[in-house]
């Protein structure tokens, strides 16, 4: 697979040709983004140096969780969408240093009937919020 812009149409067209693969091609995907997230992403996005640094220094606890959700989203052919945002420093201030904020929002649900199918469902968001000036979160 040619490696992706990182951004939505990049995004989509990276799910296209995944979700094309046969059941088999698309669950070994999945295990690789479970169990190696920051490998895999850098092996399907072109990424810039200051993403490849953010992905980089991304910690355990955020990356294990976009790793499970992503690898279940992927698997079952979920729907997954990227928003990339631009918040503004604040007028009169003296020159910020951008700040960026990476979030996994997710409403993925799997249900399993009597005779033990699974029914997938729900999607993944993913937000990357810019900002002009460091941000302070709790």
């Known amino acids: ?3 992706q812009p990182f951004d939505e149409t990049g995004l989509q067209q990276l799910l ?28 399907h996005f072109d990424l810039d140096a200051q993403q490849v640094d953010f992905l980089t220094d991304m910690s355990a606890p955020s ?13 079952n052919r979920l729907p997954v969408t990227l928003t990339k945002t631009h918040q503004p420093a604040q007028p009169n201030q003296d020159p910020p240093k951008q700040d960026k904020w990476f979030t996994t929002i997710s ?10 199918h699974t029914w997938p469902g729900g999607t ?15």
């Open 1 to 3: 697979m040619e490696k």
């Open 16 to 43: 296209t040709e995944l979700y094309a693969l046969s059941d088999n091609e698309l669950s070994e995907q999945a295990y690789a983004f479970r169990n190696q997230p920051k490998l895999w992403i850098n092996g």
């Open 63 to 75: 990356t294990n969780f976009l790793a499970q959700q992503g690898g279940f989203a992927i698997e």
């Open 107 to 116: 409403s993925l649900t799997a249900a399993t009937d009597s005779n033990g």
């Open 124 to 138: 993944l968001q993913l937000e990357v919020i810019y900002y002009d000036e460091p941000v302070e979160h709790s």
